[in-house]
Each structure stands twice: as structure tokens, then as C-alpha cells.
């Protein structure tokens, strides 16, 4: 069977337009949207409860169930990443720099439309990507060994370290903390446990989720608690109509480079295995900030649409890069990938180079259903916006114990694990306090992520490499990423220097 | 007097229920590794099929019984272990165990917290055996072009005491050959790629996943360490070939137990059920479809011996890990 055959590929979007098909996309993107906008259960979870659903219906229709589940989770993630500074979803962390200062200001609206309308449309690039790679996906897995997995994470925290500005030195601060964050538990090179004191619960090391609501969604709570009033503050309610969404809608297009580096980043990156969402979001962030003019990097942080637009882009987009990893190795690109691997599995589909012959016909429903998701959430984020945009003018006496609550079962529900709570409250009081004292946050998620893989992949390097860095340069493709590292760097240097006023930084 | 004897008399009525049928609610089988991993997989495709033999055995088209697979991954499997030993040995509660992944803290001669041997061992629900995978496009076509190689061999893993890093330590110190290990990779499939890619030089798998890897034929398998080399390696040795016939006991099992002290009754229920499971037709053919090895045997005395002849035999070689 042909990888781009027409017969097959008309066939799974009349597949996907039969009623029983159109009721499992719909389910699943009305699941997926609850999961993604309620904090800390985004679409793994979602995934993972439907895991037991799924093992009785026809292959075809868990596929288009889980598809319409992981197209809609990171859109609607965005809203209360906009709305409240809480990311429904880890990679919608990025969002809530840009995204939440534009709420402040009363421009919720806008912020909103802007991201499902991004979010759309880079998923839509995302998937067109994927149907690119179909016939060469595995040549793209060998092609990455632990040699460019260490120069993509040192890539990652550089972009992430330049992007805050004069801040350099309080972003390293914060960049180290979540270095050591990341080093706890037991190292599986090593064999060592670090900064475990004898704690059980420490072994594996802090779980990324617990510790993101804490230090995204509840150190915001304390802040608002402490401030009083509403999300919004002094915005006028009026501000928040259909017209500020709609125009909202149009900035993707206005911005269409933002728009296309972005998904690029976001199929990239999601492309690799093991590197998330939520690296491909803080990548496009910081490369749009360090890419932007001069003038305009200092409105980064204080309610620039293009910090919304970039990471909802690279956000949705990887979904699509995500899944080549998966179908092509098996390899899962990110956390829902892993999860929908074994779905895959369950329905006797076996991940590897021989999916694109074997399960093909599956493989197009697949992609048809992600296509079609992505812009039923779109749509539907985009004409409930104005409704949800009303919740930022909800006072912090009312909105701070709900979202609370919601954080707090979020992370228990993770594994049914009362210690993730006290994680996500102890990151919670951390996050706060770096919030205080005019740290920019921006570098901790990425060094909690980037961390192991960088360490990891160090090490693998050296083996490989009989104890010397020197395979480093023996590579082509590692040669390239060492250039883009020394690409960002001068680039980020010469508008340093032709800056004559003073920079403020995203924080 | 009469009261009392009345009383005493209704007491031991009480306290002794007419048999109860197993099970009456819910039951949980822990997973000790997150979801998407074999052992989830098996559980998860094992549970419909163990909740329809329970509901089949009581008669009810609509009994509500459930059979509930929970993940709880941690410390190697280790947080799992501990928790269904504390559980009460009534039969709602029970594990699936990777052996010798889980005997490892035995075999060491450390306490990790529970005693391997304590648990109620029922049926084994899948076993493995090892292989030796290389690249096709490598230079290594047979066996001993591997243990001629100059200098140590290069093996992409996933970590200290993981079960394959134990398998490829003990073969290769039996083989006389020394190997250096890259640690790290997330999963066999992800070690397996690394083989391909040329980190390294080899690695060792469960036979059931170098069948799915090798869908494409990108490997080449010099090795299966079982009694019969499976027709799906041709060109393999096993351990008779090499003069090491104790490399098959290199073994990789799935077994279900549940905590200490578990009543015969409620154990021999659930081998009916496990087995029923195992055996059905479904699961044969989904496992012969995805190369998951599914097999159906041992009554809890054989499932026993089968783990501490596992056991027993990696321990001969614990100065190795």
C-alpha cells in the first residue's frame, strides 16, 4: 500500500463523516475540552481514563474518540492559561505570560480569540507536516541521537536564558533552581539517588504536572488573594464582547510569520522524541521575543498578542509532529503520545516503521480526525469565549478557592497521591515568591524538562563517543544545531548592544 | 444461661458466613508501571476477560462486578510491591509482578520493604525469553563475531537493574566478554532504535518485542536463549549451540499475586479466572497478532518454583550487577 494513496485517504474522511464516527470526534473534543480547561488534567489524563472505554469499540472509532480528545486539550488549556495564569495543560505555561497581562488590561477577548484561532491553524500545519513526513518518518528518528538530544536541551535553556533580557542574572538563578528541581530522585545513568533525604515519594523525582500547577496556578492564587479583587482588576466588563474575539481571530492571519515559525518550532520539536509541548511552546515564546524588534521586546510580558500567538501555534502543532516518533518507532513524542501508544497496542496495531503498510487506513483516520478536531475547538473556544472571558471579573474571594480546588484535585487525581498535593502547594509558596521578588519564572519550567534530557544525553554522548565530546563535530546535524545555538546568541547580543534604553523582561 | 448460650450461638452464626462466593465487589489489579508500558497493556487487555469469567461463574447476566486495573508506577515497581503487601489477602486486591525485575532487592541480598517470597503467587499470565539483537546494516552477522569484537561492546540500555541490563550482564560475563553500558534510553523500543542508529553495538530483548520491532526487518537476531529457537529467528543459536545451556533459564515472567496469606479458595478462584482469561480466543489472537507473549500455565506450586529457579538463578550472578 502506497503512503499517500488517494483511495485510502478519501476513504477515512468519508470514514470520519458517518454519524457513529461524527458522535466519538464530538465526545472526544467535548471531553478533551473539560480536561483541558479544568488545571492539571489536560489530555493525558483524559486519555488515560479512556483508555478502558476504548478497548470494546471498532479500532477505528477509539482512534477518531482519542484523536478528537488530544486536538482539543491544549486549545482549551489556553482560556484559563489567559484568564486565571493557569495553564489548563503544562505547554499552555508559555500562553499565560502574554496572555494573562492582555486579561489584566481587560482584553481577555482578544487574547482568546487570537489563541484558537492560532491554536487552529497550527494544528491544521502541524498535520500537513505529518502527512509531509509520512513516507520518511524513519529516516527523521535515526537521524537523532543523544548527541543532538544535548545540544537541542542546551539550545532550549539558552533561548530561554537571553529571552529575559537585563534579567540574565535572576533567569540563571531561577534556571539553576529548576536544574536542581530536576535532579532529585534516582538517576537512571548513574544509578545514584539525589536529594531523596530517605523520602519514598522522592525516588522518581518531582512530577512535572504537581509542580507546574504550584508554581503557575497556585503561587497566581496567592498573588490575587493578596491583591483582592478580580483577575481583570479595573478592566471594564463591557471591554469583553464577540467583536474583540473575532478580531482576536484575525491576528494569526495579520501575523502569519509569527504564525508559521511557531508551528514550525511546534512540529519540530514535537517531532523529537521525549521533547514535549511544552519545550516546543517556551521555544517559539522565546524566539519570538529574541527575534522581535528592539522596541517591542519590552511590551514581551506585558500583554503582547505575539506571546500568545507563537506558543498556541507551536502548542497545537506539535501534536502533529509528535505523532511521527510514535507511529514511526513507537518512540512517544510527548506524554499523550505514550499514553495513545498503548491504545494503539490495545487494538492490535504494533508502532514501527510497518504501520504506514500495515495499519495505514487507520493511520489517515487518524489524521483526518486530529484535522477536524483541532477546528471544532476552534470554533467552539472561539464562540463560548466571550462567555468564559466573563470569569476574570469574578472576585478572588469566589475565584481563588475554586481554583484552588480544582489545582488540588488536579494533582491528586494525577495517581491518587496525597504528597503531589503538598508538591504542588510547596511550589505554589516557591513560584510566589520568585513572583515577589521580580524573578522571571519563565526558565524553570524549561530547566525541570530540559534538565534530564540535557544530563542524560551528556552522558550517553560521552559513552558513545569512548569518553570525548568529540563526536560533536563529526555529525552534520549536530553541527547545525551548535550553529543555531551561536545564531541565537549573536543575534540576541547585536540587539543588546544596539539598545540604548533600559529593558524590562517577561516575567 | 439460655440467653447467653442463645447469644454465643447467634455470635457463630454471624462470624461464620454461609461460604460467600468470591468476588462480591470491585476488584483492583495494581500495575506497577505507568499507562502504555507491556505490563499495562497485558492487564489492561486481561481484565474484560477475567470480570466475564467472574460473571459468567455467578450466573447473573448483570452482575456488577468490576475488575479494575490501577496504575501505580514508582521507584522501579518497588511502591507498588509495598503497597499490595499491606493489602488484605482477601482476594480484591492483586498485582501483576515482573519477575526477576521485582526479585532484584533478593537477588542483591537488600530489603526493599516486602519479601518477594511472601506474596500468594497464582498464575503466571505471560513468560519471555531473551534475545540478542544487532543491526542488519552492522558488521556483526553471527555470535562470535560479537564476542571477537576488540575491546568491550557498546550496549544502549535503560539502567542499572533493569532486567534486560541484568540478562546482557549475565550472558556476556558468561561469554567472557566485557561491555560498556549507555544508560538512559526510556524503553526497549527506545534502546532498540539506538541499536539501529548505531550508539551502540547490541542489545537484549524479550523475544515477544524483537518480533514487534523487527516487523521491517531492520535487525538481525543471532541469539534466542530458549530450548527452541522460534521460527521468527532464523539463523539464531541458542545456549545448546555455544555450549551454555544455562543461559535459557534467563527467563522474563508476568505473574499475578496478590498479598500474604491469601485462603486456597479464593486463590484456586482466581487461577479459574486467570486461566479462563489466558486461554480465551481473543487473547490468543491479539497476542499472536502483536507478538505479546500470553501463555496460560502453572498451578500456584509451578508458578512458585518457576520464580525462585528465576530468581535463584540470577543470584548466582549478583557479583556481576
Redesign the interface.
Known sequence: MEALDLAVIAEAWVRLFELDSLFYLVLGTLIGLVFGVLPGLGGTTAL?IL??FS??MEPGDAIILMAGVMGVAPTSGAVTAILLNTPGTAPNAATTLDGYPLSQQGKAGLAIGAAAAASGLGGIIGIIFLIAMVPITREI??MF??TEFLLLAVLGLVTVSLSTGKKFVKSLIVGLFGLIIASVG?H??T?EERFTFGI?YL??GFKLVPVMIGFFAVSEMINLWAKRGSVAGSGEMEAINFRQVLQGCLEPIKRWKVLLRGSAIGTGVGAL??VGGTVAAFMAYTIAVTTAKPSERDSFGKGNIVGVIAPESANNAKEGGALVPTLA????GSAEM??F??VL??H?M?P???IMT?SLDIIWILIAAAAASGVIASVITISAASSIAKLTFVDSRTLVPIVLAFAMIGSYSL?NEIYDVVTTLVFGFVGFLFMRFGFPRIAFPLAIVLGPLME??Y??TL??GDGTLSILFDRPQSIVIMLLIVACIAYYLKGFFSRSDSEETPA | MRFLTALVALGLIASAPAQAAFPEKDITIVIPY????GF??LT??L??YIEEYFREKSGKSFNKIKVV?K??????G??AAVYTAKQKPNGYTVQIFNIPGHGLPYIKGENPGYDIEGYSWLNRVGGDSYVVVVSKEGPYKKLDDLVNKSGDL?IPE????STSNMANRITWSTLGKGG????????S??YT??V?????DVTMLASGSAK??N??G?YNILAHFADEVDPAFPGAVNGKDIGHPELHSLGLLRIIAGPPGMSKEVMDEWNNALSYAVNHPDIQA?SA????PVKAYDTTAETKKALMDTLNYFKKFRDVF
Do not use: C, H
Open positions: 488515560a483508555i478502558p478497548m470494546n528518528v535515526l541521537a543523544p534516582y537512571e545513568v544509578g519514598d525516588w522518581d522524541p521525549g518507532f513507537g518512540i512517544p505514550a499514553v501508544l498503548s497496542i490495545l492490535g504494533v514501527g516503521p510497518t500495515e495517581d542524560t544525553s552522558f550517553q559513552r558513545i | 505507568g499507562p502504555g508500558g499495562d497493556t489492561r487487555k481484565s474484560p486495573p496504575n501505580m508506577p514508582g521507584a522501579s518497588k511502591k557498546k535503560q539502567g542499572p537493574g560498556e553500558y549507555i544508560y538512559g534510553y526510556k524503553s523500543r527506545d532504535t539506538a539501529l542508529r548505531g550508539d551502540g514487534r520491532y516487523k521491517g531492520d491479539w497478532k502483536t507478538g505479546n
